[in-house]
């Protein structure tokens, strides 16, 4: 079953049941991938944004093994 989503930045991309399971291991790798990181690490992302969750981005600067690293969530009240 195809998700149906009217949001116009992102209403042409379709994701599917089958992208959850691939998605899920791309998941596990890029954590493990995180911890190797040791250059500075710098992430930014929107509160409002809808395609991904700012979450994700708070769960790879907590993975991240760099010792010099920021999260910037910008609020899309400001």
Known sequence: MQAKNTDPLIAHEDSSDADAGGNG???G????????????VLILHGTADK?????????CYETAGSRDKTLKLYDSNT
């Open 25 to 27: 291991r791309a998941d």
């Open 29 to 40: 790798r890029l954590r493990q991938g995180f911890l190797l990181i040791t250059l500075p």
């Open 51 to 59: 395609a991904t969750r700012p979450s994700g981005s708070q769960r």
